[in-house]
């Protein structure tokens, strides 16, 4: 499988934006999305994952309430909805993919940027 992010942007304070991370090939097993974020001179931190049948559904604490998963039927799509954002969620956003019995994320997509302006 690869995957795609897409939608950020620049953004006040307070605003919203969705992000969206396409997927693309034919798994071999079913795979939790999971997103993934790294601002400049930081290490790169969980932010969201949900599980294949977009039942499991986890929030790092610094978006839980803000944040809202969801994926497709299609499982071709997974949807980041993040308001009420602030600068420091200005990063570099990733969504990735683990296979089902794995522990890691193996499967990348190309970061898409969110800058939130105070």
């Known amino acids: 499988v690869q995957l795609q992010a897409s939608g950020g942007g620049l953004v006040q304070a307070g605003g919203s934006l969705r992000l969206s991370c396409a997927a693309s090939?034919?798994?071999?097993?079913?795979?939790?999305v999971g997103w993934f974020r790294q601002a400049s001179g930081k290490e790169r931190e969980f932010v969201a994952s949900i599980g294949w049948s977009g039942r499991r559904l986890e929030y790092a604490d610094s978006v839980k309430g803000r944040a809202t998963l969801s994926r497709t039927d299609s499982r071709d799509m997974v949807y980041l909805q993040l308001n009420n954002l602030k600068p420091e969620d200005t990063a570099v956003y990733y969504c990735a993919a683990r296979l089902w019995l794995q522990e890691t994320y193996t499967t990348w997509g190309q970061g898409t940027q969110v800058t939130v302006s105070s």
């Open positions: 090939g034919r798994p071999s097993t079913p795979y939790t």
